[in-house]
């Protein structure tokens, strides 16, 4: 009895991991492949992406007529229309399902009735079309593979990394140092703006004390002043005439050579007697306490 009860657990556990609801009430319909690419029993059919039911049975014919008949087990509930179509479908990691591609007809399919079915590459499919394309390429990336390896192979190539690499560490020291400078007149431009406010406070001032210069220059007589300069500077021109001329005594000693001839004989005669009179003084001043002498 223990036997039996456990057979009878085992087949609802087995039916249950497969998906197979066996007390449920669910449509039977058949599907037509030419080729079923992975798929088994128990793969889950899909519509719009929800698990509707699951593949029960899959048959070959063997006598080469209709080709693998898949066996569908869906809700009851759901309206197939006709013309629906059933593609396989897999993704990458090889996982095969049943996709129900359904029309747009307004009559449904009844249990018992057949689906046609196709094969729907998707991603592998994608994959298989590049295939062509990227053998094509290899030799082209592999020729260019042995062009790079000979380029990185260039000692030049290694002395330009060097020289990079010394540049981005003066580049660095250099952002550094900039970094600091910023920090530096940061620090002081509070006092380089209090001196400039004191600068701009001074140069108000002067502002001020020119715009009073102008106010009083331009309250003074200039023209008074300016008639008054002319005259003194005709004055001038006139006392220049007079010089230049033979007018009045300073016009003749400067004009009248025969005056200054005159004037410097009688300078030289002046200095002569003053040369005479130093040497001989006795000729020109006599004192005596006992007499007068005769002059030798």
């Given at each position: 009895?223990?036997a039996?009860v456990?057979i009878i657990?085992?087949?609802?556990?087995m039916?249950?991991?497969?998906?197979?609801?066996?007390?449920s009430?669910e449509?039977?319909?058949y599907?037509?492949?030419?080729?079923?690419?992975g798929?088994s029993?128990?793969?889950?059919?899909?519509?719009n992406?929800?698990?509707?039911?699951?593949?029960?049975?899959i048959?070959?014919?063997?006598?080469g007529e209709k080709?693998?008949i898949?066996?569908?087990?869906v809700?009851d509930?759901?309206?197939?229309?006709?013309g629906?179509?059933?593609?396989?479908s897999?993704?990458?990691l090889?996982?095969v399902k049943?996709?129900l591609?359904?029309s747009?007809e307004?009559?449904?399919l009844?249990s018992?009735d057949?689906?046609?079915?196709?094969?729907d590459?998707?991603?592998?499919?994608e994959?298989?079309?590049?295939?062509?394309?990227?053998?094509q390429?290899?030799?082209?990336v592999?020729?260019?593979l042995?062009s790079?390896n000979?380029?990185?192979a260039?000692?030049h190539i290694?002395?330009?990394?060097?020289?990079a690499?010394?540049?981005?560490?003066?580049?660095?020291s250099?952002?550094?140092?900039l970094?600091?400078?910023?920090?530096?007149?940061?620090?002081?431009?509070?006092?380089l703006f209090?001196?400039a406010?004191?600068v701009?406070d001074?140069?108000?001032?002067?502002m001020?004390?020119a715009?009073?210069?102008?106010g009083?220059?331009?309250q003074s007589?200039?023209?008074?002043?300016?008639?008054?300069?002319d005259?003194?500077v005709?004055q001038m021109?006139?006392?220049?005439?007079?010089?230049n001329?033979?007018?009045g005594?300073?016009?003749q000693l400067?004009n009248?050579?025969?005056?200054?001839?005159?004037?410097?004989?009688?300078m030289?005669?002046?200095?002569?007697?003053?040369?005479?009179?130093?040497?001989h003084?006795?000729?020109y001043v006599?004192f005596s306490?006992f007499?007068?002498?005769d002059?030798?």
């Amino acid at each position: 009895m223990v036997a039996i009860v456990g057979i009878i657990v085992l087949f609802f556990g087995m039916s249950f991991l497969k998906g197979i609801h066996l007390f449920s009430n669910e449509n039977t319909y058949y599907v037509l492949f030419d080729r079923i690419d992975g798929m088994s029993t128990s793969c889950p059919v899909l519509a719009n992406g929800y698990k509707v039911g699951t593949v029960k049975d899959i048959e070959y014919d063997f006598k080469g007529e209709k080709g693998i008949i898949v066996e569908l087990d869906v809700e009851d509930e759901l309206k197939i229309p006709h013309g629906t179509t059933a593609a396989i479908s897999s993704d990458l990691l090889g996982n095969v399902k049943l996709n129900l591609i359904f029309s747009d007809e307004k009559t449904y399919l009844k249990s018992g009735d057949t689906i046609t079915g196709n094969y729907d590459e998707g991603a592998l499919g994608e994959v298989k079309e590049m295939v062509p394309t990227i053998q094509q390429l290899m030799p082209k990336v592999d020729s260019i593979l042995t062009s790079v390896n000979v380029i990185l192979a260039d000692p030049h190539i290694q002395g330009i990394l060097n020289n990079a690499y010394d540049v981005t560490g003066n580049l660095r020291s250099s952002t550094a140092e900039l970094t600091s400078l910023m920090g530096d007149m940061k620090t002081r431009m509070p006092a380089l703006f209090d001196k400039a406010g004191g600068v701009l406070d001074n140069t108000s001032q002067v502002m001020t004390n020119a715009e009073k210069v102008t106010g009083q220059l331009a309250q003074s007589d200039f023209q008074g002043t300016l008639a008054k300069l002319d005259e003194t500077v005709g004055q001038m021109q006139e006392l220049a005439q007079k010089l230049n001329s033979n007018q009045g005594s300073l016009g003749q000693l400067m004009n009248d050579n025969k005056l200054y001839e005159n004037l410097n004989a009688t300078m030289q005669q002046a200095d002569s007697l003053l040369m005479d009179l130093r040497e001989h003084p006795k000729r020109y001043v006599h004192f005596s306490l006992f007499g007068r002498k005769d002059k030798k």
